[in-house]
């Protein structure tokens, strides 16, 4: 029987993101696991060479995490009452930051969303979910929107 105590659960704060933390509750639920909720935000690390002040850009980051930490806070207290659950900001490329999170955390599950892009949208925008299963050390449970 798999012994699943702890669980990654990734979000982009997207309207989407209540269901795919409904998916780990329950699994945290049904298990005991510990849930940390991670949501990674963008570095635009890439955007340095277009004659934008590095100053500028961190101090961008900087809001974005720190609205992002506020956001978070209340959205584990509303998404993962009752349960042992925590959230992080991370900021980075979301594929690399949870899978990065997902070994050193040794979680035992990751829950994610994934966009179900197809086609065009799918060669341009890429898929962390795709990234995320391939490169994963333990289970992922996709959840695709509604």
Do not use: W
Not at 56 to 62: A, K, L
Request: aromatic residues 8%; contains cysteine; glycine residues 8%.
């Amino acid at each position: 029987m798999a012994d699943i105590k702890k669980i990654l659960c990734a979000i982009d704060f997207s309207e989407y993101s209540p269901h795919v933390a409904d998916y780990a509750k329950t699994m945290a639920e049904c298990t005991g696991a510990t849930v940390i909720c991670v949501y990674v935000a963008p570095s635009l690390s890439q955007y340095v060479g277009f004659h934008v002040p590095p100053s500028s850009i961190e101090s961008f980051v900087g809001e974005i995490v720190s609205g992002a930490d506020t956001t978070m806070n209340a959205f584990v207290a509303e998404n993962f009452k009752d349960l042992n659950a925590s959230g992080v900001v991370v900021t980075g490329y979301p594929a690399e930051e949870v899978l990065d999170m997902a070994t050193n955390e040794k979680a035992d599950l990751i829950v994610m969303g994934t966009h179900g892009r197809r086609g065009i949208d799918r060669i341009l925008f890429g898929s962390v979910a795709e990234k995320v299963v391939k490169g994963a050390h333990c289970p992922v449970l996709t959840v695709r929107p509604k």
